[in-house]
């Protein structure tokens, strides 16, 4: 068998940073580079320096390791997106090409590119979001992954690039926090209650949001990756779903383990965002065609969470 060389872009970010373990150890530390604009951390085993914007950069790295799995991880997320529109559009859509078209040129043969619930707006069915359904998204990071989505199935069509992409929702992580997403507060939830803090959440109470423990996330992008190209019928993106679950909620799972945990609400302009996502999503393609099955639901992550985080705040 072929050994393949995988390369992951975003490797210090929330998906990144637990894809890449879970990588190496499927397929060998050898065959795994994590690159990122930066590491908080150095990570063990092979790992390059990347802007992704620099379409040289990316080209050389690719080609030098005769590159064959490429996951594209780096976006800015829907929360901090708002902040500045154009930089957001520009950042996200051209990292995009630069991997579409250096993977095209580099005969890439297989390249991952997350896309997220964010797609989903105005005229999209709340409960059990539909697979093909309206997608007119509020910000500009759902725009630019309707968008990538299109031009995934574009590069497909055009070119037999095997691009393969998925919906996610909010990710659950104790490894490492996500950064600008309007879901991020329920990880910021668990840092605040192992220090025996009060949290203040930026959505109401009963702001229901599809979510995902991080095994389940990383799962589904390398069982999809694996599957066999015949399996693969959607080329936008598949819907996944695992858990959807309130602020309100999540606060009372905490509150098994800390029954004085506090929470508080000042819902600010992420309300809105969430307001315009679906509550709960169908994800009968990504079962059917891959066999896609989520294995965590929110007992089990608070727990979990919970039981990772509380050893590292000991050593804080
Ligand atoms: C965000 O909140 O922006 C992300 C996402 C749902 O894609 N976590």
Redesign the pocket.
């Known amino acids: 068998m072929k050994a393949e060389k995988i390369l992951i872009i975003g490797a210090n970010g929330q998906l990144g940073s637990a894809l890449t373990v879970e990588l190496q150890s499927r397929f060998g530390i050898a065959n795994v580079i994590a690159s990122d604009i930066n590491f908080h951390k150095t990570p063990e085993g092979q790992c390059e320096i990347l802007d992704v914007t620099d379409y040289d950069a990316l080209y050389k790295i690719v080609n030098t390791y005769q590159v064959t799995q490429l996951y594209h991880l780096a976006a800015i997320?829907?929360?901090k997106?708002e902040a500045s529109p154009l930089k957001t559009w520009d950042f996200n859509i051209q990292t995009f090409f630069n991997v579409l078209e250096v993977s095209r040129l580099c005969k890439v043969e297989k390249v991952f590119f997350?896309s997220?619930?964010?797609v989903y707006g105005e005229h999209t069915q709340r409960v059990n979001a539909q697979q093909y359904t309206n997608l007119i998204p509020t910000?500009v990071?759902g725009i630019s992954?309707v968008a990538g989505e299109n031009w995934a199935n574009y590069y497909f069509r055009k070119y037999n690039l095997d691009v393969r992409s998925i919906r996610?929702?909010?990710?659950l992580s104790y490894q490492t926090l996500?950064g600008?997403?309007?879901?991020?507060y329920a990880v910021d939830i668990f840092h605040k209650a192992i220090k025996q803090e009060s949290f203040e959440c930026f959505l109401n109470p009963d702001t229901t949001?599809p979510m995902i423990y991080i095994t389940d996330a990383i799962r589904a992008a390398i069982d999809l990756m694996a599957a066999s190209t015949k399996q693969i019928t959607v080329r936008t993106s598949y819907n996944i779903a695992a858990m959807s679950f309130s602020p309100k909620q999540l606060s009372n799972a905490i509150s098994k383990y800390y029954p004085k945990f506090k929470i508080t609400y000042k819902p600010d302009f992420r309300q809105q965002?969430a307001d315009s996502?679906p509550i709960s999503i169908d994800d009968t393609k990504a079962k059917d065609d891959w066999g896609w099955k989520s294995e965590y639901n929110l007992e089990q992550t608070t727990e979990i969470m919970i039981n990772n985080l509380k050893p590292k705040q000991l050593f804080n």
């Open positions: 997320l829907s929360a997106g997350p997220s619930i964010a910000t990071y992954k996610f929702p909010g990710v996500p600008g997403g309007t879901t991020d949001l965002i996502w």
